[in-house]
């Protein structure tokens, strides 16, 4: 039987497998291709997890957000490209925040048009256009806490993964 951890500044890795009362040897069998000793070494740091234990983490410890956290922070790939660092949401609050940027998109539809028929960015058009990136990078920022909030749904047994992939195939 694993004994419980004592360390204090646990990361997201440990606390994740934690949160199910899962010790290092039973996430193991779960993991199946992780032995405990890798988990150890992940959770303590001395050593950094590969994309597809990631993966095979945020499954069995019904998180997904490992895998964006991954990307974020500890990803090359991702860290270059400034991949951003979500937070679970509500539904309603992601849809808010959806909406609403969708609304002042509306309001600068006419000035993206403007911006978009010579194909050029000009000096006059450079602020309205970093006002419209920032809207779509908060569009693009909703869209990704939605789906996040999707497979955590999912992962949590809130959302039937056959049907919804039943319903989005009959939408084809």
């Known amino acids: 039987m694993g004994k419980k951890s004592i360390k204090e500044n646990k990361n997201i890795y ?49 998180n997904p957000s490992l895998c964006n956290y991954y990307c974020a922070n500890e990803c090359p790939i991702g860290k270059a490209t400034r991949v951003p660092q979500l937070q679970l949401k509500e539904l309603s609050t992601i849809v808010l925040e959806i909406l609403n940027s969708l609304d002042r998109m509306d309001d600068e539809k006419s000035k993206f048009i403007n911006i978009a028929v010579d194909g050029k960015i000009t000096d006059d058009e450079i ?46």
Do not use: C
């Open 127 to 172: 602020t309205d256009f970093a006002k419209i990136k920032r809207e779509l990078d908060k569009i693009s920022v909703s869209v990704s806490s939605l789906k996040l909030w999707i497979n955590q749904t999912i992962a949590d047994g809130r959302i039937d993964i056959d049907k919804l992939s039943a319903a989005e195939k009959e939408l084809k």
């Open 14 to 62: 440990q606390k994740s497998r934690e949160a199910l009362d899962l010790t290092r040897e039973k996430a193991a069998d779960l993991l199946e291709f992780i032995s405990d000793d890798r988990i150890e070494k992940i959770e303590s740091e001395k050593s950094y997890p590969h994309p597809d234990e990631i993966v095979a983490m945020a499954k069995a410890y019904k």
